[in-house]
């Protein structure tokens, strides 16, 4: 485990244009240098190259809990047509039911602590509810230090969700159409579910999660996009909670140059955005080895520190590749938590369900016991 900074990052007042109220920046404590070279994964494990470009379908999971709980319908969203994006760092895309309540152990001040925050999303079995799930995930691999919550549509109020069962740092997302939140049409809505979280939690908070595919296949505009999140961004403000985190989560296929995307069309500006997420997979998977956590991880720490913003892994994991019984993959683990912990994001969610791009679980021994090595260290 890499040593943590001396000291609790500072916030600075940065002023966020026009209309907007002074939005709190973070000190810059993660500006910290990139290792250089690639990290040795032993004799198991096979390094990819960065051609190697998988992808990964998304698939349509509903969520009661996105009817909401005292706020009201939520608006309808249109779910993604299931179907693979070609690039290192695509994702799957998940939802999740409705929410039941649960214990869990509270995440100190921001950033978490002086380390890393390793945590995943829950995935159910046989009907269990989300309290039962998230208990089996920190039995099976845990204590999760952070948790990913997604919402197909609107958020439910705080309490009585899912965030609320994870009870520590959260991630969560939602999603609305961008013209309508652009336009204020959510306003009274999302300004409830802003006030309603609580104070003594970090909570990121992230809207519509890999615009990307949305965007090219005109679900709506990028325009569109940037500006719903200068909208949500005013609202969270006015909620003065100060552990509110704003985070841009994106694909890092979005940065490889093969994509043809410019990362420019889904910023919608400093002043909105206090935090940067990132999907990123083990890139060969689909060409069974296990690609360096360098080449994986590094361009979007590039861009993250970049723009001066800390970040996050919202989505992260691997396959196993053929004949690997699971040890291998451990491995790749193990590699990519040693070369986290030396870049220092605030927290690495694993990506812990099976979709049709392939099986991501944690359901082999060695692969659980790795994740949770890391769980235990940080």
């Not at 998977?285 to 690609?291: D, L, W």
Request: aromatic letters at 10%; glycine letters at 12%; hydrophobic letters at 35%.
């Amino acid at each position: 485990m890499s040593p943590g900074p001396t000291a609790a990052p500072t916030l600075a007042t940065q002023t966020a244009g026009p209309g907007r109220p002074p939005r709190r920046r973070l000190g810059r404590w993660w500006l910290l240098p990139v290792a250089a070279g690639a990290v040795a994964l032993g004799t198991t494990v096979a390094l990819a190259t960065n051609g190697d470009l998988p992808g990964q379908p998304a698939p349509v999971v509903t969520d009661a809990a996105s009817k909401g709980a005292g706020l009201g319908p939520a608006a309808p969203v249109p779910r993604p047509t299931p179907g693979g994006t070609e690039g290192f760092g695509s994702s799957p895309k998940a939802g999740s039911p409705s929410p039941s309540t649960s214990s869990g152990a509270k995440a100190g001040v921001f950033p978490g602590g002086r380390n890393t925050l390793p945590g995943a999303s829950i995935h159910l079995q046989n009907g269990e509810s989300f309290a039962a799930g998230l208990a089996r995930s920190d039995r099976s691999y845990g204590p999760l230090r952070m948790v990913r919550v997604f919402y197909p549509g609107l958020p439910p109020s705080w309490s009585g969700s899912r965030a609320d069962a994870a009870d520590r740092t959260v991630v969560v997302s939602f999603k609305a159409p961008p013209g309508e939140v652009a336009a204020g049409k959510h306003d009274t809505r999302l300004a409830a579910w802003f006030r309603s979280v609580p104070r003594d939690l970090d909570v990121y908070w992230s809207y519509f999660h890999e615009p990307e595919d949305d965007i090219a296949r005109g679900s709506y505009t990028a325009a569109q996009f940037r500006a719903a999140w200068q909208r949500l961004a005013g609202l969270a403000d006015r909620a003065d909670n100060a552990r509110l985190r704003a985070t841009l989560i994106l694909m890092c296929w979005t940065l490889n140059p093969n994509s043809g995307r410019t990362f420019d069309n889904y910023w919608p500006g400093g002043g909105a955005i206090d935090v940067l997420g990132w999907d990123c997979y083990n890139s060969g998977g689909k060409f069974n080895r296990y690609t360096d956590p360098a080449q994986v991880f590094g361009p979007m720490i590039a861009k993250s520190k970049a723009l001066g913003k800390p970040w996050g892994l919202a989505e992260t994991g691997s396959v196993r590749v053929a004949g690997d019984s699971g040890t291998g993959r451990a491995t790749w683990i193990r590699a990519m938590s040693k070369y986290l912990d030396g870049q220092r994001p605030l927290w690495v969610a694993y990506y812990d369900y099976q979709v049709s791009g392939g099986d991501f679980r944690l359901s082999d021994a060695p692969s659980r016991e790795a994740w949770r090595a890391w769980c235990a260290a940080s």
